[in-house]
């Protein structure tokens, strides 16, 4: 499939887990991309393992901090500026936070983590939906979680942000339809990554395999997701195929969230 074809997608946190197993897909559809990321070194692997993927793929790789406004305006702009429109968006770039029941919970860690997953999310959609309606269309898919419709525990700043995260793309999705624009969230369970990883090891330590072991044991289908099973559903929302989704959230996680 080429859904992507000259189409420019822009992706946060695109040099690791679901944001750069998105960008492989799409970069094997045809899309042009603009990918953000605050660790320089990776995004530069990224570029390196899309032109390996996709040899003709244009990257425009932008090191920036989605917690700073005028970064995120700055590599909106930029976007615009080098491909002219943007059809796609996605609003990924997120971190899990420490570990911790509410009342341990610091406020320092939680103003960290709504700082990135919340006001970054929040300002991503507003600069990008600026120069969508501008073009009159597009399409965004925000990262929520698991978290984000159901309470997983010892995640207060997650929780609240993910949370936080449904209620923007419900917001937005609402507003914007009238205008060509759908914005759509994915809820991921567990899926291997990076992020998932430093959880594990969070609670398990050294036997951090065994904690991921035990957490899958309750899920349906009995293991962890791939990050490439999360950019398969992402490809489908930005594409022109959900033409008529919007403003909705779809949990990818194994059925585990129907379970608590
Ligand atoms: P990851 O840690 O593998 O990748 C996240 C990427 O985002 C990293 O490259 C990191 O450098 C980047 N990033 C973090 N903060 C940033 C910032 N302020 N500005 C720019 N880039 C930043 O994690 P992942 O598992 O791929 O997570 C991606 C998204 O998916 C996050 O929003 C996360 O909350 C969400 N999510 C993940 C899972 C999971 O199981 N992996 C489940 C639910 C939701």
Redesign the pocket.
Known sequence: MMRFQDKVVLI??A?????RATALQLAQEGAKLAI????GA?LEETQGALRAAAPNVEILAIA????DEQAVRGFVDQTVARFGAIDGFFN?????GKQNPTEDYGIDEFHKVVA??LD?VFVGMKYVLQAMHRQGYGAIVN?A???GIRGVGNQAGYAAS?HGVVGLTRNAGVEYGQFGIRINAVA????M????EGALRQIGGDDWEAVGREYVSVNPMKRL?R?EEVAYVVAFLLSDQASFINATVIPIDGGQSYKY
């Not at 990924?92 to 899990?96: R, S, T, Y």
Request: glycine share 20%.
């Open positions: 946060t946190g040099a690791s887990g679901l944001g953000v990321d605050r660790n990776a920036a901090d989605v917690a990924n770039a997120g971190i899990e990135v997953n970054g990262t979680s698991v978290g993910k991921p369970g567990a899926i990554t990076p992020m998932v997701g990050p």
